[in-house]
T-cell receptor, first 115, second 114 residues
Framework: DAGVTQSPTHLIKTRGQQVTLRCSPKSGHDTVSWYQQALGQGPQFIFQYYEEEERQRGNFPDRFSGHQFPNYSSELNVNALLLGDSALYLC??????????????FGPGTRLTVL | GESVGLHLPTLSVQEGDNSIINCAYSNSASDYFIWYKQESGKGPQFIIDIRSNMDKRQGQRVTVLLNKTVKHLSLQIAATQPGDSAVYFCAENKEGTSYGKLTFGQGTILTVHP
């Protein structure tokens, strides 16, 4: 049973460019959350997708957008990249059970470097 | 605003010792508290969680204690092993409209010396 997978593993971009990161949730999971983890910091919630819609969002600008596909996989898009966007981007999947907490399983992350 | 923080950024212990990692939180409305372990180059790995109506929960070699009076959370690791070396994060979650959002603390680096 595959866990959460993310691609690519590493990515180098220059300022102003756009990037797309991909995530496949754990088998049986229907909810995907994205987090940004700067070096030496804890992960920061970006947004969460369920039923192909953004369910809630953290304190991130509109340059950060996402999508969820019918097979529950998800993409994170970042436009007009800034140096400060350099971070580890983590995807977490869970099973939505109403308004009840469910354990989130994290992928290995995509390391984005903006030059 | 909401925040979850840690008292100590680093902790060094000898193999076989017990480790205690602490966390302070400010959102008294949180419903769940979770401990994650993150090894170098990997994503956070779930260790144990505790619901806000509990004071203590035990797992395999780990115990989480919750003191709501002083908004304090701790993770105890018994007989610490070199494989326990990692960064440990506490996180909190509130059921309802924001239940999918985990708020993480800064993390504690645990180093276990053989």
């Amino acid at each position: 049973d595959a866990g959460v997978t993310q691609s690519p593993t590493h990515l180098i971009k220059t300022r102003g460019q756009q990037v797309t990161l991909r995530c496949s949730p754990k088998s049986g999971h229907d909810t995907v959350s994205w987090y940004q983890q700067a070096l030496g910091q804890g992960p920061q919630f970006i947004f969460q997708y369920y039923e192909e819609e953004e369910r809630q969002r953290g304190n991130f600008p509109d340059r950060f957008s996402g999508h969820q596909f019918p097979n529950y996989s998800s993409e994170l898009n970042v436009n007009a990249l800034l140096l400060g966007d350099s971070a580890l981007y983590l995807c977490a999947s869970s099973l939505l059970g109403g308004a009840v907490y469910n354990e989130q399983f994290f992928g290995p992350g995509t390391r984005l470097t903006v030059l | 605003g909401e925040s979850v923080g840690l008292h100590l950024p680093t902790l060094s212990v000898q193999e076989g010792d017990n480790s205690i990692i602490n966390c302070a939180y400010s959102n008294s409305a949180s419903d769940y508290f979770i401990w994650y372990k993150q090894e170098s180059g990997k994503g956070p790995q779930f260790i144990i969680d505790i619901r806000s109506n509990m004071d203590k929960r035990q797992g395999q070699r780990v115990t989480v204690l919750l003191n709501k009076t002083v908004k304090h959370l701790s993770l105890q690791i018994a007989a610490t092993q070199p494989g326990d070396s990692a960064v440990y994060f506490c996180a909190e979650n509130k059921e309802g409209t924001s239940y999918g959002k985990l708020t993480f603390g800064q993390g504690t680096i645990l180093t276990v010396h053989p």
